[in-house]
């Protein structure tokens, strides 16, 4: 445990003072900031379009109208995004040679792989938590139902655990970051689309199978307020085999 937290401070540490964590936070912020601003002004003018043909103040569901499609930002921005964080945590080790110190160290692998990962979710949680004005200010504005906002949240937070899985594996696959960047991207990408070709085998038997494999498809239930057991197992599952393939990757390194 205490050379798994030694990884990660280290890599928070270098996170932290290169501008790479500063960058990626600011545009993950202005971006979602910005749709969320856009969001809130279509929700406003859609209210006052019912409110004159109606005569009265419609009721508006704020969760639906609002927090659903800014969810649903956050989570391709973050595909943007993460993997700009992840790209260089071992490409960039393999390409100094400290990945070779690293491997003949008695730090263990499973430490190594754990506190690149912590790192780099604590960076992704922080990048998080700093988007709660947003449904603070709508509910000091308006009215909001919690659950749904929360369980967005967790649905958002559990699929950024998996962007970073994904990218760290990506990252472990070579020494060239912008290569590592491009694959985390597309492999998180192919992950996302398979709900897309889920639609067009509706009517096979593999329809169903594909549905459950796209990771789109489970965190929307999330957003919606729903959580069901075998969404999380799902989401965890991913985050776990990407983690257990990443450290066979770097297992069979050592020994080369």
């Not at 308006?142 to 369980?151: F, Q, R």
């Not at 998180?188 to 889920?198: A, D, N, P």
């Not at 969404?231 to 020994?255: A, C, K, M, N, P």
């Amino acid at each position: 445990m205490r050379s798994m937290f030694a990884i990660m401070g280290k890599e928070l540490r270098i996170l932290f003072t290169s501008p790479i964590a500063y960058v990626v936070t600011a545009v993950f912020i202005l971006i979602t900031g910005y749709l969320f601003y856009n969001i809130v002004l279509f929700a406003s003018s859609q209210s006052m379009q019912i409110m004159r043909t109606q005569g009265a103040l419609p009721q508006i569901n704020l969760n639906d109208l609002v927090f659903r499609p800014t969810f649903n930002n956050m989570s391709v921005i973050l595909m943007l995004t993460l993997p700009l964080i992840t790209m260089r945590m071992v490409a960039e080790e393999k390409k100094i040679k400290t990945i070779e110190l690293l491997m003949t160290s008695p730090v263990p692998i499973t430490s190594i792989v754990l506190g690149k990962f912590l790192a780099a979710f604590a960076v992704f949680t922080l990048m998080l938590g700093l988007t709660a004005y947003m449904p603070l200010l709508m509910w000091y504005y308006g009215s909001v139902e919690w659950l749904p906002i929360l369980t967005g949240y967790l649905g958002v937070w559990l699929l950024g655990g998996i962007f970073i899985a994904v990218g760290l594996l990506a990252s472990s696959l070579t020494e060239n970051q912008v290569i590592a960047g491009f694959l985390g991207f597309g492999a998180v990408l192919i992950l996302w689309l398979i709900g897309w070709v889920s639609q067009t085998m509706s009517d096979s038997a593999l329809g169903p199978f594909i549905a459950y494999l796209s990771i789109g498809e489970h965190t929307e239930n999330m957003i919606k307020g729903m959580i069901d057991t075998e969404d999380l197992v799902y989401q965890l599952s991913l985050i776990v085999v990407g983690l257990f393939v990443t450290h066979r990757v770097l297992e069979s390194q050592r020994w080369r």
